[in-house]
């Protein structure tokens, strides 16, 4: 689960009573979690996890005492993993974390949002508009600031000077990270800042509510993507096949698309029941800002429909954007099975994004994943492929 996703189960903890989150503010060597992993920890429950283990079993315990200490409390825990700490264990990793333990209480019968050092209200306030943030985490102590690309959308604590250019950084590169400042302030003596980066949810777009789509859209909840299933006929785009879509559109392609507000942000797969209908969503998708836009389909039909988009004066480089035949080489067959591998390609292409903005930090990303995005780009511009060729897997020509 993501640190959106984790807030946001913190906020119906605080409902029944204080909670701690465990957040993995500094990682050396091999580790079983990135920084910004997080989980949640109260009395008798845990949500999510920074690792397992012995050294989890040690964060809990210090989230715990902190919690029976009552008021708003920090700590810091470090985890050894290396082969002399962990000799009789079976573990495979082998480096460091630093795991930062915060205590967080039942929110007050009269909250103040404008209130800095109220840190939960700021973090729920942004987190309902769904605006990416950074929360500026003062270490040991300090009181929290909040950065967000749109700083009027930040009541109070604004980060500013270098502060301000260090969360744009993080921003940018989309990971959390920590960095030793100078204080700004009398009162914070810490050097110590953890950047935490909250990005706003990205939205999956499926053109197409057959087979396919129910896995896909199912799947989806668990990478924490806002779904919007689109198709002209309202039998199959209904609540009934898709009880966790955010928003279902029984609406003409063209016009559904046309409704939407698509960014940088946005995932488009095309899994329609024909050509024209993907033909018409390829139209209106190309010259969006959207991230991904993948389409199931056999070779021939795609280079039917881009053969067609470039007789009518669309760049080479707009129709370069498109993955097709649609998802990784899995060896997948049934829809589940193909809903994965669509899934897998969009996380893989996302963790790659991630490389390419961030000059410092490794990520662990397997170079399979990366040999398959870098073979798939044009691959629709080269010559069309002899007769009697077998598809693959990812080469359905529709989904019914």
């Known amino acids: 689960m993501g640190t959106r996703e984790t807030y946001l189960r ?37 949500f999510g996890t920074i690792g397992g ?20 409390r920090r700590g810091i825990v470090h985890i050894d993993l290396t082969e002399s700490a962990w000799e009789t264990s079976d573990r495979i990793c082998g480096g460091t974390m630093d795991v930062l333990v915060e205590t967080w209480p039942s929110p007050s019968p009269s909250p103040s949002p404008s209130d800095p050092t109220d840190a939960g209200q700021s973090v729920w306030t942004l987190l309902r508009r769904n605006d990416g943030f950074v929360r500026v985490v003062s270490l040991p102590e300090g009181t929290d600031r909040f950065w967000s690309p749109s700083t009027e959308n930040v009541t109070s604590g604004v980060p500013t000077g270098e502060l301000a250019d260090r969360c744009d950084t993080a921003w940018r590169a989309g990971r959390s990270r920590i960095d030793e400042l100078p204080s700004t302030t009398a009162s914070e003596s810490a050097t110590a800042r953890f950047f935490e980066v909250v990005s706003p949810r990205r939205t999956l777009i499926v053109c197409g ?55 940088e942000r946005t995932l488009a797969v095309l899994v329609t029941r024909g050509h024209r209908h993907d033909e018409a969503c390829l139209r209106l998708l190309l010259d969006t800002r959207a991230q991904y836009i993948g389409m199931l389909g056999s ?61 410092g930090a490794e ?10 995005l870098r073979e798939r780009r044009h691959h629709h511009v080269t010559p069309p492929p002899p007769d009697g060729e077998s598809p693959d897997h990812r080469e359905g020509s529709s989904d019914p």
């Open 10 to 46: 913190l906020e119906e903890w605080l409902r029944t009573g204080p909670a701690a989150t465990a957040t993995v503010i500094r990682t050396r060597g091999s580790t079983p979690r990135e920084v910004g992993a997080k989980m949640l920890v109260d009395a008798s429950r845990t």
């Open 53 to 72: 283990g012995c050294g989890e079993a040690e964060v809990v315990q210090l989230a715990r005492t902190l919690l029976s200490e009552g008021n708003r």
């Open 209 to 263: 509510a057959g087979h396919i789509a129910e896995p896909l859209v199912s799947m989806a909840a668990w990478l924490d993507l806002s779904v919007v299933v689109i198709d002209d006929r309202p039998d199959f785009a209904c609540r009934e096949r898709f009880p966790g879509a955010s928003t279902i559109l029984a609406q003409p392609f063209p016009e559904a698309l046309s409704s939407l507000e698509i960014t």
């Open 299 to 359: 070779r021939r039909r795609v280079r039917a429909i881009v053969g067609q988009l470039q007789s009518e004066g669309h760049a080479p480089d707009r129709l370069a954007r498109v993955w097709a035949p649609i998802g990784l080489d899995l060896g997948a067959d049934t829809p589940a099975e193909i809903a994965i591998s669509i899934l897998a390609e969009i996380v893989a292409l996302l963790h790659r994004a991630a490389d390419a903005d961030d000059s």
């Open 363 to 372: 990520r662990n990303v397997p170079e399979a994943a990366h040999r398959h």
